[in-house]
């Protein structure tokens, strides 16, 4: 391993350890200006003394005053010595948050984009080996059937990623305007099921799916919310585990709830997921695949509607994702 791959891995270890040895080194300089500035006032103090005479009548009135000068340059050394430290001390904090914040950040960054990268490529790569093969080969109708559905399974993964990148960007701008109107609760999670099932054939989704649910919402930011949430757990649940969707009235208010029997979240990475670009391991190692935008997405749309998602384990493994609209 060179010295530059080695910085590039260790990078926030590195910074961490010059930022702590420089901010020692700067109370190691404030402490000795404060032995210093101490010394420098007791010899003036002692030198003061000497020059006075035990036979001058106001002997003790002239001692009194140079000991008071003396305690109140100690304290004024001490005054500044302390509003210093405390200012470094906050200083340093709020530096030192700052700097691992942006290292992270662009290191997230750089995984968001060799993700991204990878979930461009994956559906671009099928459907043009899927063009191909229809060009080059005569197939009955039953294979170009196949062949055509697969393809506009990937276009519809492309668009879904695309208009995830997108409306991301445009929410954080603040160029995004809600759009509310009355809308098919119910409708609109089966929708979302049925365009899942048929981009996972092969993954069991159970649905227990209340009729008639109305609420007021945007519509295309509720159906992503309802795509990101499912697809998530799709993603992170074994193959021959059933994931299961739920939508019903529960106290006069609307429950949405997912839930999937993976290997679940960690307490401490239980609000850290819905940040974005904010991916557990490594792009190089992970298996699972994605863009870290899903979940930070998804808690958005949530908040804009007056909600929030949250996060608890199921039993005996996995997660469960529950919105109260």
Partial sequence: MNLASFYKKNKLTI???AYWILL????????????ELNQQNTE??????????????NYQVKLNFIEEEQKRNVTQYLGEGITFFALMVLGAIYVYRSVRKQIRLNDQQQNFMMAVTHELKTPIAITRL????????????????????????ETARLNDLCENILLVTRMDS??????????DLSALLRSSVSNLRARF????????????????????????????LIENAIKYSPADKAVEVRLKKDD??????????????????KKRVFQKFYRSGNENTRSTKGTGLGLYLSQKIA??????????????TGSIFTIEF
């Fill in 24 to 35: 020692l080194y700067i109370i190691a300089a404030l402490v000795w200006w404060f032995v």
């Fill in 252 to 269: 006069g208010r609307t429950r949405f709830e997912i839930i999937d029997q993976g290997s679940g979240i960690p307490d401490i990475e």
């Fill in 15 to 17: 910074a961490t350890w």
């Fill in 44 to 57: 003036m103090y002692l030198f003061k003394k000497e020059l006075l005479s035990l036979q001058d009548p």
């Fill in 174 to 183: 603040g160029h995004y305007m809600l759009h509310p109107e009355q809308l």
């Fill in 201 to 228: 054939p092969k993954k069991e989704i159970k649905e227990q799916i209340s009729a008639g649910i109305s609420f007021t919402g945007d519509t295309l930011l509720l159906q992503l919310l309802f795509n990101n």
């Fill in 303 to 316: 908040e804009d509607h007056n909600t929030t998602i949250e996060i608890r384990d199921n039993q005996p």
């Fill in 130 to 153: 899927n063009l191909e093969t229809l060009q080059r080969r005569k197939l009955d109708s039953v294979q170009q059937e196949k062949i055509i559905d697969i393809s506009l399974q």
